[in-house]
């Protein structure tokens, strides 16, 4: 029972980080309808330029969260212009698989760039753990669960007392009509790409000094963690993101502990998989998937 | 510059493929003057608006707003240069409050980074305005409910409320009164006499003629695609083209009485 309870809330603290990444995916899947698979190596880019601030100057972490915002704004630009921006009109698919395309590209100007692969990061903290009773927390993990319990009251705060926050949920509850009203989607649209390149970043940062090592690896496993937690929770659906992303921690901890190491990642696509077909709304099935089905009884 | 609100249109064609929904359609509105556009299903009424609010650029002909060429600019932007539009078929942001749905409609104009954050007098101002407009189509006291959960008759006031808060010096009503009981579309009538036409020009497509002659001085009628009549409301609602057009010659009349 101990244990369950260790690993539940281990697993709460690191999903934290995966609702941040699926937050991420949600912003954009609400502004355009549409997957950026290209999310995951943009946040890459991010934590590969602050390593390269961290080495060159052993900058102090503010400095290299700062990097890897900006790294990862960049990245987020790019592809938001080359995929999403340039087939506006165009079918959604175009944009995914464009957005695979530029992924594959980032990745190896990256590994090119980066050639020893694997890179030191600077850790989020090196104090040691704090025991309260029989149980432990990693500092490291109490960080990353406040500052992403921060970023997304702070994404609350954004989205329901803005104008910008108003004019995102107007564009994605109701395209035409926001058009009608004044609202300039192009705009709305990459705001909301750089709003999810920000929180990715500060995922990315909180992921990477926990691990305190870097591969262009993490653009694949960052891409597949907030889409999986994304699909959990419900696509489109904020607070949906969020629980998906405690959800996949809390099983990936537990089957981590229970089942091994090698058994984690199967157990987390198994329930993916139960998901799908059981519920595939998600655990906040949105208006998005119903409607998809309605379109296909329909046919 | 011309005053505001006036809207030339000259020789303006919309084909879709092999069909004509609209064909070399003139039409010209002066400063707040109101229009009322009948026509049969099919017409070519929502084509018309669909051009003006920029949906899609003409095959051919030209649209000028207050002495500027318009012909093609994209929606928002056409939504900036204050022409505003209702839909026949609503369309509202269904999972946000009455008040926010106004609220986004005012500002839209701004660049959205500016407005991530607003002072407290700006604010109270917006508040104020966003509350003026529910209030002017009595829906002040359903501010917190969501869209969805009004009734038709208030989506629509809504969808009104939304429009005006734009500040529009040309207002497009696409069947304000659709599906509204002859109680509630007397009431929508009042609001649009009373909060939507004054200082503003307005055309209005609406089935509902009592209403229409009741709101407008002039009415063009509209028959596959083309202009088939303009003028007064008596003059135009005699005129026997448009009779036929409309109910059908007397023969068919005939035939079709006992169904309606």
Known sequence: ?299 | MASPGTLRIEGLTKRFQALTALEDVDLALESGEALGLIGPNGSGKTTLFNLISGVYPPSAGRISFNGNDITGDPAHRISRRSIGRTFQNLRLFPRMTVYENVRAARHAGAPALSQLWVGRAARRVERDAVMDRLAEVGLADRAEDLAAELPLAGQRRLELARALAAKPTLLLLDEPAGGMTPAETDHMAEIIATHAMPGRSVIVVEHKLDMLSRLCNRLCVLNFGRKIAEGTADAVLRNPDVLEAYLGTEDEQDRHAPVD
């Open chain 1, 1 to 299: 029972m101990l244990d369950f309870v260790q690993n539940l809330i281990d697993g709460l603290m690191v999903g934290s980080s995966y609702a941040l990444l699926a937050l991420g995916f949600t912003l954009i899947f609400g502004a355009m309808r549409r997957l950026n698979l290209s999310y995951g190596p943009s946040i890459m880019v991010g934590v590969f330029a602050g390593t390269l601030v961290h080495m060159q100057y052993s900058a102090g972490l503010i400095a290299v969260a700062a990097a890897t915002m900006i790294g990862s704004a960049i990245a987020t630009v790019y592809v938001e212009r080359l995929c999403f921006a340039a087939v506006r009109s165009g079918a959604a698919v175009a944009s995914m698989v464009s957005s695979f395309a530029v992924w594959m590209q980032i990745e190896e100007a990256v590994t090119l760039a980066f050639p020893r692969r694997t890179y030191a990061f600077p850790a989020l903290s090196d104090a040691p753990p704090i025991y309260v009773g029989e149980l432990f927390f990693r500092i490291e993990y109490v960080v990353m669960a406040i500052v992403a319990a921060l970023v997304m009251l702070v994404l609350y705060a954004i989205l329901n007392r803005t104008r910008f926050g108003l004019q995102l949920r107007a564009v994605s509850q109701n395209p035409v009509a926001a058009r009608y009203s004044g609202i300039n989607i192009p705009a709305v649209t990459l705001q909301a790409f750089l709003l999810a390149a920000v929180i990715g970043a500060i995922a990315g940062f909180l992921i990477a000094g926990t691990d305190q090592q870097i591969t262009p690896r993490f653009g694949l496993w960052a891409t597949i963690k907030g889409l999986i937690a994304m699909m959990l929770g419900g696509l489109g659906s904020i607070p949906g993101a969020i629980l998906g992303g405690l959800l996949l921690g809390v099983v990936e901890a537990q089957s981590q502990w229970y089942l091994g190491t090698e058994y984690r990642d199967l157990m987390a696509y198994l329930v993916l998989f139960a998901f799908l077909v059981l519920r595939p709304g998600g655990l906040m099935g949105t208006v998005a998937v119903t409607q998809d089905r309605e379109a296909a009884r329909r046919l």
